[in-house]
């Protein structure tokens, strides 16, 4: 057991996802996979990100969003569990020369944000290493984390077929990649890891644990294909 979590606290490390795990995968990330950044610090604009906010970006990654939101903001605070993703993005935070982004080895189960609270917390693809129920106890957690009236920003792959059609969705999600390349796409192979080793949820499943642990969904935007969905919430004014 690690120091830093209890016994019946899940290991997120252990759920990290292989390729996460894997110096050659972080290595070709940043060309396999783009942030959008422009497009998230724009949504994040009238929520908060501002010269005088503190962001926590959890599941930082290789940090896309954490250095665009650092010329921005205040502070940054990375967090991602993965030591291999984390080295790759202190390597960026120390060659952009950014004085102002912490990096933190932790999870959404482990990470403590004791400080004061803040304004806008960040989280694009990771949430969905975690099962349902850990999901609504890390979405609790990120309430917490926030100001009242602070802003979540989620970006996952969250699908929002039905059940019964999910064979044919799938299928066609994955055939749009069988000429990819591992080197600057997404292969079938990882789609399918994905499917069957990680813990992407339905959109119906997750709007209303949203909606308990204390955020409002002021947006939400969904992938033509209802593969991925992105949401804007707000806490509720405590």
Known sequence: MRPD?????????AFAGRENLDAD??????????????????????????????VVDLGAGTGQFALAAAKIARRVVAVDVSP?????????????????????????????????????????????????FWKGVALARVVQMLRPGGTFRLWDVVYGFDPGTASGDLERWMADTESASVDDGWTRAELEEHVRDEHSTFTWLLEPMLERVGFTIVQSDYS????SARYTCTTTER
């Open 25 to 54: 995968h972080v290595a070709r990330y940043d060309q396999k996979e783009d942030a959008d950044v422009a497009a998230e610090i724009s949504a994040l604009a009238a929520g908060g990100l501002n010269r005088d906010a503190t």
């Open 224 to 227: 033509d294909d209802r593969i």
């Open 84 to 132: 291999v993703m984390l080295a790759r993005l202190r390597a960026k935070v120390a060659a952009a020369g950014l004085s102002n982004i912490d990096c933190v080895q932790a999870g959404f189960l482990t990470y403590e944000h004791d400080e004061a609270a803040a304004d806008v917390v960040y989280s694009r693809y990771a949430l969905h290493h975690l099962p349902d």
């Open 5 to 13: 979590r209890a016994s019946w606290v899940l290991d997120e490390l």
